[in-house]
């Protein structure tokens, strides 16, 4: 087969170019000149400085507690819902009937929106704790252990799926002449399947911090916030000072900037330690 002459690739990849530099490119380079203004909208901005990052870490708390709150939440989930998503994977790689059926139940939830879903468990959870005389927006603990429910039965079984996958790419006669050589269940885990599913742990704990960090619409739904904002998370407490607050516009954009700094350098931090593991493997 001939080959594309190298001239032609700038024109096929020009539509993803242009689409790239419109939709996300402008819009971030706009969003970080605007977190220095204070601003109602995108034409009517005046030049204040650094003004609203200092704001957003000396004069509103709630940046602070949310920030707090959203890292106590991601340690919690990412390591909760790989632990879990691991489990179902190897239970559901043993030849057993019905194993496709269990697949598809555990993944459903994942196709469920997370506005549906945060107003689904809302219900579940006050069901159970109106019995006590309190609902989930009572203590900022219980909006907490709700989110850390919600976003295990949304997203394990989607990180089950990818590790069948890993698990499934391990050669039978590997694991056989393990056995052969004596090593019991566990010694396979830890020495075989584990650093061998490595590539998919680290897609999973990618997806999952992301995911974290970034959650809105379930936070939103289920708490909005409450009690006093003590349950929002970072996207909720952005969200909650660029429009819930007359003239906090630009400390609403400052926040933002600082989030996406934040996650990115965690994510960055992440994958460099889980790709460094997979090259020692």
């Given amino acids: 087969m001939q080959k594309m002459p190298k001239k032609y690739y700038a024109f096929f990849t020009l539509p993803t170019i242009l689409a790239f530099v419109i939709s996300f490119l402008i819009p971030f380079l706009l969003g970080i000149y605007l977190s220095f203004t204070k601003f109602t909208t995108v034409t009517n901005s005046q030049w204040v400085g650094v003004s609203n990052y200092i704001h957003a870490f000396t004069d509103d708390r709630n940046f602070m507690n949310a920030t707090i709150f959203t890292v106590k939440f991601a340690l919690v989930s990412v390591v909760l819902i790989n632990v879990f998503a691991f489990s179902l994977a190897l239970l559901l790689t043993r030849k057993i009937r019905g194993t496709n059926i269990f697949r598809t139940v555990f993944f459903m939830p994942n196709l469920i929106g997370g506005i549906v879903l945060g107003y689904i468990w809302q219900l579940i959870i006050n069901g159970v704790l109106i019995k006590f005389g309190v609902d989930i927006t009572f203590s900022a603990d219980y909006g907490f252990w709700g989110l850390i429910v919600l976003m295990n039965w949304q997203m394990a079984g989607y990180m089950m799926v990818i590790y069948i996958a890993g698990i499934q790419g391990i050669s039978p006669e590997l694991i056989e002449a393990a056995k052969i050589d004596g090593a019991n269940s566990w010694q396979i885990l830890r020495r075989i399947t584990i650093p061998l599913v490595s590539p998919a742990i680290t897609i999973c704990t990618f ?40 003239g906090y516009e630009g400390v609403g954009q400052a926040k933002a900037v600082m989030f996406f700094l934040f996650v990115g350098l965690i994510v960055l931090l992440q994958l460099r330690f889980s790709r460094t593991r997979e090259i020692e493997i």
């Avoid at 349950?231 to 407490?237: G, P, W």
């Fill in 207 to 246: 997806l999952t911090v992301t995911n974290s960090f970034k959650l809105f619409d379930q936070n939103l739904a289920l708490t909005a916030g409450a009690p006093a904002r003590a349950s929002s998370m970072l996207a909720l407490d952005i969200f909650t000072t660029f429009y819930g607050s007359m």
